[in-house]
């Protein structure tokens, strides 16, 4: 670029609310000049996916090499692996995700999520089910807001901003807040009641809710010993949530006990069986594409968010087994996420070759949302197109993935007709 | 001549659209049907010997829901049922899958093309789910599709209709179609899900009025009516109406048929909205199809599927967010529900269909009733809203009770007795012949689509054929198809899957007046959580 470069409608992906309205002026070096509106992790997030597209190309053993040769080695790797794994799916594209799970099956691997939020969160939903909604929902309709142990104004900057705040078409601001947490917070701060529970109490916590709103009896020095909080505190909050028109409860990634999650949907469906009220749950995603990956594995596999290919066919779940190949997407991608346990064998992503540690291959792609194009969904089930905004020579995941399928031919071509 | 072209000889050719049914070759250039060539020396590039069997257009499935959030949930909701079903195993040019009445994508077009059909019609997107949807139908092989967009419940529209702003109706339905790259409009319980997500009960009748909007069911129903026919399009606008599973719903649902005099409308598992009897009293259900069976054969403005419901284990998804609701108090089963923006919401709850159950002993007579009431055929197509009433594998037993009284009363005498009471179809000796049940699975519903070049085998069509051993055996010989040619490949041969090509996804894109479009950008704006621009799909999203 020679001039500064304003991006409208920029889909970011630094967070889970997967922002689709920010401007983006770009200074010709690449950096953001503004960023309108502001938010801190989308510039962090920004500053560190970009500068991966400095690098080789591609890298064996730490040497860098040309993609083809990279591509060679790679597809080598796994025709000897016995027991591969693939990581980082929610670190691409709907188009990469699809192409990834075409990998996994053809070479018979084990998909990892390593998300605990999405299996205690599917778990829970195969048992009860789920009552959920679309953001605009909630902007258009909540009238009583539920966060749940966590504090999406610090993780989540423009979710309450963009979905709470303002009033909706049958919404009139301001909502009234609630926060159910640990510790204080950015977004205790600003609610209406706070009750400060400790995690080992949530569950408690929960019964005492759900007890309350099946007139059930309860023991008040039970309640307090087991929550930490008053039965009238308890009272008074279920009583608001009886009054929602529409209510919300908002959780994000960090609940991840499948006991907990239960209980949670099993409240949301108690309070939907009122006349005169709806009640949704929604779960603030992570960064990136985790709900396309969901998707994806949902429609191909039939499973999520861990899936093995093993047996040739897909099977639930990640086995307790010995990998002996990693295959990891998009490492730069995710700013939560922890290191993989293992070193990577083949890494495709931003930084595949210039992040430490050091994969045996390492193709460098394009970053998604800033050099690449292609779709993700939100965590509420909305899908999003994203465009690439910077050129880049570099191939998408989905086409290195594309590549490598084509050097893993299966043992027969299908038959042919007239 | 063509090198390409190739023959289907001697089969017993069923073609109802153009009227044959006689011993014929059929020939196929490439992806088309054509006219046997004028020189009777010319030799095909292959000839596939169909000599005593049973020659037919490729099956079309006019409502069924294989794709989109909702499916994706249910497979989620419900890992039991994939992991009870028996796996489909990769094999060398074919994916895996799982199974069950909700299968994994590529499983689902592998089974259509093994049971003869070569096309599906998704009967309910969400505008807003268009793009996972397209997404996942290019994961759904051999078969093509086709999607249906909700927009009985959508704000944008409910407030035109509101305003009397028939023009602007129109714009936007032709605007929307080609935003999502849907091929037709789909109402479903029109108000009654904007009246449930305000906690407001649902429509009951069809001039409740929906609250926040100046608009009552008739009118959203008639208006979208007129816009479609006034767009052209293809398929007229194809209709879940009020009251779904209620006893009473056939007097709303003749409403219904008499409210629409003057448009075109298809009327969607038409079985679910035949009930007589009272909506507060479930054992007062009845058998309400007389009446709507005889009204459907006086007016030629309607066309039905029927929505036929299997004893076993399915699972009910539906745009009908009250729907579900009910169904999950009714059996304390595990429900999903899900409001999306702007229009509309969806439900999923597992529901399983027992023959010693009084209201699904009815429910399935009640299916069989429409078939056998509707004296033309052409006004009716086979379905169990997939997976709603079953799976589309069922059709070949459905077309068993068909065309076998026999069959029927097999089921019949072991219904329980309350359930005998409450319908006439014991009284119903009609037996369909090949040509009906030709009409039914694919002429019928190709014509329903305004699908001009399927549904038939004359010079032009798409070489979508499906040929049959002749068994008597109807079930067994509907069940196993000898083989099946999709735009002119051979895709099931001796019963078994030898490709699996991609298949299309069709859609419409009406000319509409530009100037619509501010007033829809103003309204994403104000309402959506998603940016205008980000609203319609490129063409390489959709291509």
Known sequence: MTATCTITDWVCLACGTLCDDLTLTLDPSGPIAQLEPDCGPARLWWERVAQTASGPVAAVNGQPTSFQTALDCAAERIRAARSPRLVGLDATSLEGQRAAVALAERIGAVIDSGSAEARARLAAMARVGRCSATFGEVHARADQILIWACDPTTTHPRFLTRFVDPPGRFAVAPRNVIVVGSTPNATSARASLCLSVRPEQRIAALATLLALLRCAPIRSEQVAATTGQTLDAWTTLADALRRARYGVVVTDSTLDDPVEYEALLRLVRALNQRPDGRFVHLSLGLPGNAAGAEAVLGWQAGYAPDVTFAAGYPAMGVPDLEHDLTIELGSAFNLNRAPAAAVATIRIAPDATVTPPEPAVAIASSALGISESGTVIRSDGLALPVLSVVPSSRPSVAAILRELLQRLPDAAEQGTSP | ?543
């Open chain 2, 1 to 543: 001549m063509s090198g390409r072209l190739w023959v289907i000889r001697g089969g017993r050719v069923i073609d109802p659209a153009n009227g044959v049914d006689e011993v014929r070759d059929i020939w196929i250039d490439a992806d088309r049907i054509v006219a046997p060539p004028a020189d009777p020396e010319s030799r095909p590039a292959r000839l596939l010997d169909a000599r005593g069997a049973v020659v037919m257009p490729g099956g079309i499935d006019v409502h069924c829901h294989i794709a989109g959030p909702k499916v994706n949930a249910a497979r989620l909701m419900q890992p039991e049922i994939s992991r009870e079903a028996p796996p489909r195993p990769r094999r060398a040019g074919f994916r895996s899958g799982t199974g069950g009445v909700v299968p994994t994508s590529f499983t689902t077009g592998y089974r259509y093309a093994g049971l003869g059909y070569t096309f599906a019609c998704d009967a309910a997107i969400a505008p807003l789910a268009a793009r996972q949807a397209h997404h996942e139908l290019a994961d759904t092989p051999v078969i093509d599709k086709a999607f249906l967009i909700l927009l009985g419940n959508d704000h944008f529209a409910l407030e035109r209709i509101g305003q009397g702003r028939a023009s602007a109706l129109r714009d936007y339905l032709a605007w929307m179609l080609g935003a999502t790259r849907g091929y037709g409009v789909k109402v479903v319980n029109p108000g009654g899900i904007e009246r449930w997500k305000q906690a407001q009960g649902t429509t009951s009748s069809l001039d409740d009025p929906v609250p926040g909007f100046d608009v009552t069911p008739r009118a959203i129903l008639t208006e979208i009516a007129r816009a479609v026919d006034e767009l052209g399009l293809p398929h007229p606008v194809h209709i879940h109406g009020l009251n779904l599973g209620l006893p009473g719903n056939a007097a709303s649902t003749l409403e219904l048929m008499k409210a629409l005099d003057g448009h075109r409308a298809h009327l969607a598992h038409i079985q679910f909205h035949s009930y007589a009897g009272d909506p507060s009293d479930q054992e007062s259900m009845a058998s309400g199809v007389e009446p709507l069976a005889d009204y459907v054969n006086a007016h030629d403005h309607l066309s039905l599927d029927v929505g036929q419901i299997l004893f076993g284990p399915t699972t009910s998804m539906t745009a009908d967010s009250a729907v579900a609701e009910y169904l999950h108090r009714l059996t304390g089963r595990k429900w999903l529900s899900h409001d999306v923006e702007l229009e509309t919401g969806c439900g999923v709850v597992p529901i399983e269909y027992r023959h010693t159950q009084f209201i699904h002993a009815l429910q399935w007579a009640i299916g069989l009733e429409w078939f056998l009431r509707v004296n033309d055929p052409w006004k009716l197509a086979l379905s169990t809203d997939h997976p709603n009433g079953g799976s589309y594998l069922a059709y070949p037993r459905i077309i068993g009770w068909l065309m076998s009284r026999a069959l029927r009363d097999e089921v019949w005498a072991a219904l329980p007795a309350p359930a005998r009471s409450r319908s006439a179809l014991a009284d119903l000796d009609r037996e369909y012949t090949l040509a009906e049940i030709a009409i039914i699975t694919r002429a019928a519903p190709a014509r329903m689509l305004g699908l001009a070049d399927r549904g038939h085998l004359g010079p032009g069509a798409r070489a979508d054929v499906t040929i049959y051993r002749d068994d008597p055996d109807r079930v067994r010989m509907f069940e196993l198809p000898r083989w099946v040619i999709k735009s002119g490949q051979i895709v099931i041969d001796d019963s078994e899957l030898r490709a699996a090509p991609d298949g299309l996804t069709l859609h419409n894109a009406p000319a509409h007046d530009d100037a619509i479009i501010p007033e829809i950008r103003d309204h994403f704006d104000r309402h959506a959580s998603i940016r205008f621009a980000h609203f319609p799909l490129r063409s390489e999203e959709a291509p």
